[in-house]
Protein backbone atom coordinates (compact mmCIF):
# COMPACT_ATOMS: atom_id res chain seq x y z
CA UNK A 1 0.00 0.00 0.00
CA UNK A 2 1.36 3.57 -0.84
CA UNK A 3 0.17 6.89 -0.91
CA UNK A 4 2.16 10.29 -1.95
CA UNK A 5 1.76 13.34 -2.30
CA UNK A 6 4.92 15.12 -4.00
CA UNK A 7 4.98 18.95 -5.12
CA UNK A 8 8.19 20.64 -6.41
CA UNK A 9 9.28 23.60 -8.00
CA UNK A 10 10.13 22.70 -11.99
CA UNK A 11 12.11 25.96 -12.09
CA UNK A 12 15.05 24.33 -9.70
CA UNK A 13 17.59 21.76 -11.18
CA UNK A 14 17.91 18.76 -8.94
CA UNK A 15 21.51 18.25 -10.22
CA UNK A 16 23.35 17.55 -6.80
CA UNK A 17 20.78 19.77 -4.53
CA UNK A 18 19.95 16.73 -1.78
CA UNK A 19 21.48 15.97 1.21
CA UNK A 20 21.11 14.00 4.14
CA UNK A 21 21.77 15.97 7.43
CA UNK A 22 21.49 13.42 9.98
CA UNK A 23 20.34 9.65 10.63
CA UNK A 24 19.08 7.89 13.87
CA UNK A 25 19.23 3.93 13.48
CA UNK A 26 18.32 1.29 15.98
CA UNK A 27 17.08 -2.45 16.90
CA UNK A 28 13.61 -2.98 18.06
CA UNK A 29 13.56 -6.90 17.56
CA UNK A 30 15.88 -9.81 15.91
CA UNK A 31 14.84 -8.90 12.80
CA UNK A 32 13.46 -5.74 12.85
CA UNK A 33 14.77 -2.47 13.26
CA UNK A 34 13.85 2.02 12.85
CA UNK A 35 15.33 4.37 11.70
CA UNK A 36 15.01 8.42 11.21
CA UNK A 37 16.70 10.06 8.53
CA UNK A 38 16.51 14.43 8.17
CA UNK A 39 16.59 15.27 4.16
CA UNK A 40 16.96 18.51 2.50
CA UNK A 41 16.21 18.54 -1.40
CA UNK A 42 15.72 22.39 -2.86
CA UNK A 43 12.99 21.69 -5.45
CA UNK A 44 10.95 19.83 -3.16
CA UNK A 45 7.44 22.47 -2.00
CA UNK A 46 5.89 19.37 -0.34
CA UNK A 47 5.78 15.85 0.26
CA UNK A 48 3.34 13.49 2.26
CA UNK A 49 3.76 10.09 1.75
CA UNK A 50 2.69 6.80 3.53
CA UNK A 51 4.03 3.53 2.44
CA UNK A 52 3.67 -0.06 4.06
CA UNK A 53 4.76 -3.44 2.32
CA UNK A 54 4.67 -6.58 3.94
CA UNK A 55 7.43 -8.72 0.84
CA UNK A 56 7.77 -6.66 -2.17
CA UNK A 57 10.88 -4.40 -1.33
CA UNK A 58 14.31 -4.49 -0.36
CA UNK A 59 13.19 -4.13 3.34
CA UNK A 60 9.86 -5.15 4.25
CA UNK A 61 8.12 -2.40 6.80
CA UNK A 62 6.63 1.02 7.05
CA UNK A 63 7.45 4.30 5.95
CA UNK A 64 6.27 7.72 6.69
CA UNK A 65 7.83 11.03 5.21
CA UNK A 66 6.79 14.65 5.25
CA UNK A 67 8.74 17.37 3.96
CA UNK A 68 8.39 21.12 3.52
CA UNK A 69 9.83 23.71 1.55
CA UNK A 70 12.86 20.80 1.14
CA UNK A 71 12.87 20.03 4.34
CA UNK A 72 12.33 16.28 5.07
CA UNK A 73 12.03 13.77 7.86
CA UNK A 74 11.33 10.30 6.90
CA UNK A 75 10.65 7.46 9.59
CA UNK A 76 10.46 3.54 9.03
CA UNK A 77 10.07 0.27 10.68
CA UNK A 78 11.21 -2.74 8.47
CA UNK A 79 12.69 -5.83 8.30
CA UNK A 80 15.80 -6.57 8.29
CA UNK A 81 15.81 -9.92 6.00
CA UNK A 82 14.56 -9.98 2.31
CA UNK A 83 11.74 -12.12 0.77
CA UNK A 84 12.87 -14.58 -1.57
CA UNK A 85 9.63 -15.16 -3.65
CA UNK A 86 10.99 -18.58 -5.15
CA UNK A 87 11.23 -20.24 -1.92
CA UNK A 88 8.41 -17.82 -0.35
CA UNK A 89 10.22 -17.70 2.89
CA UNK A 90 12.58 -14.61 4.22
CA UNK A 91 16.33 -14.93 4.18
CA UNK A 92 19.30 -12.74 5.64
CA UNK A 93 22.19 -11.50 3.66
Request: proline share 2%; aromatic share 20%.
Amino acid sequence: MKFSIYLYNPFIRDEGLGKTFREWYGKISKNKNWGIEYHYYRPMILDVGIDIDFRGRHHAGATLCLGLFGHSVSMEIYDKRHWDYRTNSWYAW
